[in-house]
């Protein structure tokens, strides 16, 4: 039921930017791409989502590839507190709306 | 606004015992999903409920689980009897109706161990 795959896990240098990949072969026209992150012990909090077109809000920027079979979420600056597990997620609007989580994305900021 | 909130934040059972979950969503809140996360695994979801209907319980283990949101707000997850497998934290989620662009708000949710 996941839909998307991602790496396991990554490591960024703090301060820099991130660029978090999400491969989503099967999406249909109509499926909304969300991401999420979720810190040790707390639910997964959104970060950002998109149709077809990139989207930048106060959190990220989601980079959607032109034939939306992937997309990239990208953090401009890392820092400790974006130590998280990052999920993509197809949110599948013409089959009820769910959400399908994956394993997600580890994310290490060193120091 | 208030977050999504659930109770209890812990329990702990002896298997074959049975335990309940609470949830309230966001005021507003049209849709409720349930989902069961185990230790280094993404979220799986349980359930979904549209006010007060049920839209998805595909993988709901029905044998034992059980859930229900009467009147549209809250919701209860029931398990009776518990298994050691379904040690698990469960997250309750609401968000404000069927758009694909309207995100998901979680509740810190509720770590269920079962010895």
């Known amino acids: 039921d996941a839909k998307t795959t991602q790496p396991n896990s990554m490591e960024s240098n703090e301060e820099e930017p991130v660029h978090l990949p999400c491969n989503h072969s099967t999406i249909s026209g109509t499926d909304y791409i969300h991401w999420y992150r979720q810190l040790p012990s707390q639910g997964p909090e959104y970060v950002i989502h998109?149709?077809?077109s990139n989207v930048n809000n106060r959190m990220a920027s989601l980079a959607i590839a032109e034939d939306r079979k992937s997309s990239t979420l990208i953090l401009h600056r890392a820092t400790l507190r974006d130590a998280a597990v990052y999920y993509c997620i197809l949110r599948a609007v013409n089959t009820g709306n769910q959400f399908y989580f994956g394993t997600g994305t580890s994310l290490t900021v060193i120091p | 606004e208030a977050g999504v909130a659930q109770s209890p934040r812990y329990k702990i059972i002896e298997k074959r015992q049975s335990v309940a979950f609470w949830c309230n969503p966001i005021?507003?809140?049209?849709?409720l999903y349930w989902y069961q996360q185990i230790l280094g695994q993404g979220p799986k979801l349980l359930i979904q409920f549209q006010n007060n209907g049920v839209v998805d319980d595909s993988q709901l283990p029905k044998d034992r689980f059980s859930a229900e949101r009467l009147k549209g707000v809250d919701s209860t997850l029931k398990i009776q009897p518990a298994k050691l497998e379904d040690s698990a934290v469960y997250l309750c989620?609401?968000?404000?109706?069927?758009?694909?662009?309207?995100?998901?708000?979680f509740g810190n949710g509720t770590r269920l161990t079962v010895t």
């Open positions: 005021s507003g809140h049209a849709t």
């Open positions: 998109g149709l077809t």
């Open positions: 989620a609401s968000t404000t109706g069927v758009g694909g662009g309207s995100p998901l708000h």
